[in-house]
């Protein structure tokens, strides 16, 4: 059995711990034979533990406590710490480990229930289960999502070699807005996701760029966004955005104009990589 989980990009501008979208990077795990203790083969960051302290098996056991171990392999080109869900998808494949062994017949509401728990905003959890562009939202605990097309494009992500923490990344944010500054920064974010669901990514384009919530605190702590802003709108890019928590910076544009930004982001001899990517719109999925 294979549980695959796609990246995830967050935020897309002023959908700031709600808004997110699947993109084709991917975690797998491949459940092997069993075992007396938990065996998780991997060639990732070696502080990546490979017994039951791995994230994947501490989430399965908190839905599953009596789960029989296995010896898995844990495959990813998800980059980790860079703002593309890595640790998300190691939440939701947890849950669909332990949804699978365990036999819980959990449905996708419930699995996003879940990583809401653990992980504690659902922007990069939800898009990892549904697919696609999904938008939530929690109010005293409880989770409401809305799944939906992303219109055509290509996502253009530069993944610098360094990381950056989530917590760090926060810690630059302010602890409350004015009113005027809150209804201002929620009517952008109305505009972005309502051109996104109207295909409209001319006008998305500019909401997302105008975020307030976020990434004017935060474009500081990756050097590289000016310069490739500036670079992708002049090559005919939709917006640039922080992924995440950074510091990946992604690029929505026309699939026609994706290998022309690629080719000059490269050529700028960052300390980084330039990947083209696509939405996946499936989201987990099991391969028996």
């Keep these: 059995m294979k549980i695959i989980v796609p990246a995830t990009s967050a935020n897309i501008g002023p959908g700031f711990d709600s808004v ?28 990546i533990p490979k017994d039951k302290r791995n994230l994947l098996i501490k989430v399965a056991l908190q839905l599953a406590p009596n789960l029989q171990p296995y010896r898995l392999k844990m495959t990813s080109d998800i980059p980790l ?34 990583a809401n728990k653990i992980e504690g905003h659902p922007d990069n959890v939800a898009p990892a289960i549904f ?27 530069y993944v610098p070699k360094y990381e950056l923490k989530t917590r760090d990344s926060r810690s630059v944010l302010p602890f409350k807005f004015s009113y005027k ?80 930004i690629q080719t000059r982001i490269e050529g700028c001899k960052y300390n980084g990589e330039v990947f083209i990517l696509d939405v996946d719109r499936d989201g987990v999925r099991v391969e028996f």
């Excluded at 699947?22 to 795990?29: D, E, F, G």
């Excluded at 999904?134 to 809305?146: E, L, P, Y």
């Excluded at 909401?207 to 919530?213: G, L, P, Q, Y």
Aim: hydrophobic letters at 45%; aromatic letters at 6%; charged letters at 25%.
């Design 81 to 114: 710490a860079r703002g593309l869900g890595s640790s998300s998808s190691v939440i939701v494949a947890g849950i669909e480990l332990a949804n699978q062994l365990g036999k819980l017949d959990l449905t996708d509401d419930e699995k996003l229930d879940w």
């Design 181 to 260: 500054e809150a209804v201002a920064a929620s009517s952008i974010a109305n505009v972005a996701i309502a051109a996104l669901l109207q295909g409209d990514l001319v006008k998305a384009g500019r909401a997302i760029e105008s975020d307030r919530f976020h990434e004017r605190f935060r474009q500081k702590l990756v050097r590289e966004f000016p310069n490739i802003k500036k670079l992708a709108k002049k090559h005919g890019a939709y917006a640039t955005y922080l992924s995440g928590a950074g510091p990946t910076i992604m690029i929505l544009a026309p699939k026609d104009r994706a290998k022309l």
């Design 20 to 47: 997110g979208v699947a993109v084709s990077k991917y975690l797998t795990i491949e459940v092997l034979e069993e075992r007396d203790e938990w065996l998780i083969e991997h060639d990732l960051n070696p502080r």
């Design 131 to 157: 697919g696609n562009l999904v938008i939530s939202s929690v109010f005293k605990g409880a989770v409401s999502s809305v799944t939906a097309d992303f219109p055509e494009c290509s996502f253009i992500a």
